[in-house]
């Protein structure tokens, strides 16, 4: 499984056209998922800096990747791994990657003090971490769709010569793009700080965590054969149910994505119906998303290839639960329609985005369902925003 996971990373680095967001720069990457790290100075009185450091690492990169960081105590002289350094107000990482490894002062993160508001403390050692890993910054890609205030940055003086690997289009919500005016994101602490692209762009590289739903890595599970958006959690925004009815040899299932306005989709549950309907084969043909009502609960219903509809109910406090309605609940469940393109705005800035289902695509070489989402533009045009699928 391990092995498979290098080939397809290796593919994809073949197929640029196929890659997800984030830019990694060549022969980069750590050859392990386990990274150490240690401070360089360990006096009590940059102690809130550590912690804030950590708690944000360990939410963003850490808990979204199989990435594991150890240590986190002080540097010996010939430690290894990623070497943090507080205290200047200039953060920095002196080489991408690998290549800081075990390198003295290697990560300098700024003190508190130098930065006034809390949240770019919390973003700085997420996207100092980023390059820590390989990633390049989002704005110095080789590619036209650089917002203009990007633009102006890299002409102002500040040097960004990187050779990193051209992938899909500008991500203005990764945490890789550092230019002023473009982070609409919200930093508050608790919040997600990658989007959703720097996600699939870090598993590609890295693989998934455990926990992860879309580490299904099987082929012909047409994931993505049919697709419904609905705000199932009624915060106001679209979540996303994807089909998948070759799922477990034509048992079918469908994947809940909860939605965030600048963060896309992520991860988040698994639907298999379990002994609700007899005889159901291929669930996920179709799927649908009926918001909440007033008991505060969703439901998806789940189409079959023998007509039967099933019915989850999702619950969401006090914590998230599914539930299968019995089949004598609903007599007259409606099958849902198979839908496999929708238009909506979903980053609330007034353009039709796109999402697409691609039952069987192409991710380098290699069959796989994939779901690719596109942001409108005002020309009209949509632009590749993100994609993930079964091969991630
Ligand atoms: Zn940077």
């Given amino acids: 499984m391990k092995r498979l996971q290098v080939i397809l990373v290796a593919a994809l680095v073949l197929a640029p056209g196929a890659l997800p967001a984030l830019t990694l720069t060549e022969g980069s990457a750590w050859p392990t998922t386990t990274i150490p790290v240690c401070w360089e100075d360990t006096q009590s009185r940059f102690l809130q800096e550590r912690r804030l450091a950590r708690k944000a690492i360990r939410a963003s990169w850490e808990q979204e990747s199989a990435l594991v960081f150890t240590g986190w105590r002080k540097c ?70 650089v917002p203009e205030q990007c633009r102006v940055i890299q002409r102002s003086g500040i040097r960004y010569a990187e050779h990193d690997l051209p992938l899909t289009g500008f ?98 549950r698994k639907l298999q119906p379990e002994g609700v309907i007899a005889g159901g084969t291929e669930w996920g043909r179709s799927v649908a998303i009926a918001g909440a009502g007033d008991d505060e609960k969703g439901r998806v219903l789940l189409g079959a290839a023998d007509g039967s509809t099933a019915v989850a109910v999702i619950s969401l406090k006090p914590e998230a639960r599914v539930d299968w309605l019995p089949a004598t609940a609903t007599p007259d469940r409606e099958l849902p329609e198979t839908v496999r393109a929708i238009d909506a705005d979903l980053d609330g800035d007034g353009l039709p985005d796109r999402v697409t289902g691609l039952a069987s695509g192409i991710i380098g070489g290699r069959t796989a369902g994939l779901v690719q989402v596109e942001r409108g533009m005002a020309n009209g045009v949509h632009s590749a925003w993100y994609r993930f699928g079964q091969a991630y």
Wanted: net charge negative; hydrophobic share 40%; with cysteine.
């Fill in 171 to 268: 991500d203005r919500d990764s945490i890789m793009v550092g230019c002023a005016g473009t982070a609409q994101r919200d930093l508050s602490l608790g919040l997600p700080l990658l989007s959703a692209a720097d996600i699939y762009g870090l598993v590609s590289v890295y693989g998934s965590a455990p926990h992860n739903i879309l580490d299904t890595g099987e082929d012909g599970d047409l994931f993505g054969a049919s697709l419904a958006l609905g705000d199932l959690d009624g915060d106001g925004g679209d979540d996303l149910a994807i089909g998948a009815p070759g799922k477990d040899g034509n048992r079918g299932a469908a994947y809940l994505f909860r939605g965030h306005r600048f963060q896309g989709f992520r991860p988040w």
């Fill in 76 to 145: 010996q002289p010939r430690s290894r791994g990623i070497r943090i350094r507080i205290g200047s107000q200039h953060p920095h990482t002196k080489a991408r990657g690998k290549a800081v490894d075990g390198v003295r002062d290697g990560m300098v993160l700024p003190a508190l003090w130098a930065l006034a508001a809390l949240s770019v403390n919390v973003k700085t050692p997420v996207h100092e971490m980023g390059h820590a890993l390989g990633f390049g910054h989002e704005f110095a890609r080789p590619d036209d769709a």
